[in-house]
């Protein structure tokens, strides 16, 4: 009796396991690179807590290929091969046809967790109608703006409401500061890194000190002399400054900028995503402002310096063990060179580099 006990004990176990993987979650994140990033502490708590298998991510494809395999998504979607403007017409012109794909879109997840539409529309009314002509879904619009942030890390919101909207209790103590990388670039992926280092002709026997003087928008970005004195500053020290532009940064520097920037140091730029993760991680220590490759570097557990002025850094700061938050809210952080903000942060780059 007791070893047929232990047998029937031994299939409930892995009956459980067999309907978790069968349970599948989906996030619905049209956002930027930080915000996609920003996501993933809630999706691992939806895998923790609402007894979910898989978890996928429906947003830009560019700013999430390089999740599965290195995060807790396992699979992406692209958000422009789905027809998601049908679900903002009015509910009352709602239709859906035999084999409509949106209901395809939708079908085999018990899960939706959306940052697109809003909750009590008619988006969210439409949503629900679609995924319900599979199989019973449980659907999560968040707000776009939360009541109060008090002061809290977005992440805290974000798991906050889904506790609130799905009669879970909301853990105690969240603390989003991550102990633990968000991301984990994989050896491939440092291998790769390593030769891209390599052929910006980076000696990568002294420590490799990443530089991004880009941003979401020039407001928001420590003025370009700023890390053109770093990189001067930094040769003298034993580490070696390599820069980092994407098209955005391309198109703001003038040309000259652009020749500044080379004569101090080696220059990458048309990298994809992928690409700048692997640079990454391959790196000592990063310097950037608040902008979606600033929250990568974190969450890959690179030595991450980031640069705010006008935006709210408790709200919005990457996520990493390695994090240090460097704030000037004074006007003169856009417009013009700081010494000695550039001081504390070459003094902590010393203590990185060392």
Same mark, same amino acid.
């Given at each position: 009796?007791?070893?047929? +006990?232990?047998?029937?004990?031994?299939?409930?176990?892995?009956?459980?396991?067999?309907?978790?993987?069968?349970?599948?979650?989906?996030?619905?994140?049209?956002?930027?690179?930080?915000?996609?990033?920003?996501?993933? @502490?809630?999706? /691992?708590?939806?895998?923790?807590?609402?007894?979910?298998?898989?978890?996928?991510?429906?947003?830009?494809?560019?700013?999430?290929?390089?999740?599965?395999?290195?995060?807790?998504?396992?699979?992406?979607?692209?958000?422009?091969? &789905?027809?998601?403007?049908?679900?903002?017409?009015?509910?009352?012109?709602?239709?859906?046809?035999?084999?409509?794909?949106?209901?395809?879109?939708?079908?085999?997840?018990?899960?939706?967790?959306?940052?697109?539409?809003? @909750?009590?529309?008619?988006?969210?009314?439409?949503?629900?109608?679609?995924?319900?002509?599979? /199989?019973?879904?449980?659907?999560?619009?968040?707000?776009?703006?939360? $009541?109060?942030?008090?002061?809290?890390?977005?992440?805290?919101?974000?798991?906050?409401?889904?506790?609130?909207?799905?009669?879970? /209790?909301?853990?105690?103590?969240?603390? @989003?500061?991550?102990?633990?990388?968000?991301?984990? @670039?994989? $050896?491939?992926?440092?291998?790769?890194?390593?030769?891209?280092?390599?052929?910006?002709? &980076?000696?990568?026997?002294?420590?490799?000190?990443?530089?991004?003087?880009?941003?979401?928008?020039?407001?928001?970005?420590?003025?370009?002399?700023?890390?053109?004195?770093?990189?001067?500053?930094?040769?003298?020290?034993?580490?070696?400054?390599?820069?980092?532009?994407?098209?955005?940064?391309?198109?703001?520097?003038?040309?000259?900028?652009?020749?500044? &920037?080379?004569?101090?140091?080696?220059?990458?730029?048309?990298? $994809?995503?992928?690409?700048?993760?692997?640079?990454?991680?391959?790196?000592?220590?990063?310097?950037?402002?608040?902008?979606? &490759?600033?929250?990568?570097?974190?969450?890959?557990?690179?030595?991450?310096?980031?640069?705010?002025?006008?935006?709210?850094?408790?709200?919005?700061?990457?996520?990493?063990?390695?994090?240090?938050?460097?704030?000037?809210?004074?006007?003169?952080? +856009?417009?013009?060179?700081?010494?000695?903000?550039? /001081?504390?942060?070459?003094?902590?780059?010393?203590?990185?580099?060392?």
């Amino acid at each position: 009796m007791q070893h047929q +006990a232990g047998i029937l004990d031994l299939l409930k176990i892995q009956g459980a396991k067999a309907l978790k993987r069968s349970r599948r979650a989906v996030i619905i994140q049209p956002g930027a690179i930080g915000d996609c990033i920003l996501t993933l @502490p809630l999706a /691992q708590f939806i895998i923790n807590h609402l007894d979910i298998g898989a978890i996928d991510m429906l947003g830009r494809a560019d700013y999430i290929s390089y999740f599965p395999g290195r995060t807790c998504i396992d699979t992406i979607r692209a958000i422009d091969c &789905i027809d998601m403007h049908r679900l903002f017409c009015p509910q009352a012109d709602f239709q859906l046809t035999d084999r409509d794909p949106l209901i395809d879109a939708f079908a085999g997840y018990s899960w939706i967790v959306s940052f697109l539409g809003e @909750p009590e529309t008619d988006f969210e009314q439409n949503l629900i109608f679609t995924a319900n002509c599979s /199989q019973s879904v449980e659907i999560i619009i968040l707000p776009l703006k939360f $009541s109060s942030l008090e002061q809290d890390h977005i992440t805290s919101h974000y798991i906050r409401y889904l506790c609130e909207n799905c009669s879970l /209790q909301t853990p105690a103590g969240y603390d @989003p500061s991550q102990s633990q990388p968000l991301i984990r @670039p994989t $050896s491939s992926d440092k291998q790769a890194g390593a030769t891209l280092i390599r052929q910006a002709e &980076i000696d990568d026997t002294a420590p490799v000190v990443i530089l991004c003087p880009g941003g979401g928008s020039p407001a928001k970005c420590w003025h370009l002399d700023n890390y053109i004195a770093l990189a001067e500053r930094l040769k003298p020290a034993s580490a070696r400054p390599l820069f980092l532009l994407g098209p955005a940064e391309l198109e703001w520097f003038s040309p000259q900028q652009i020749n500044d &920037i080379s004569r101090v140091a080696p220059l990458l730029t048309d990298l $994809s995503l992928t690409e700048v993760l692997q640079v990454l991680s391959c790196a000592d220590a990063f310097v950037g402002n608040d902008s979606g &490759i600033t929250h990568l570097a974190a969450a890959i557990g690179l030595d991450t310096l980031v640069l705010f002025g006008p935006t709210d850094s408790k709200t919005y700061r990457p996520l990493g063990p390695n994090v240090y938050l460097f704030e000037d809210k004074t006007p003169a952080f +856009a417009s013009g060179p700081s010494g000695a903000l550039q /001081q504390r942060i070459l003094q902590r780059l010393s203590g990185i580099c060392a």
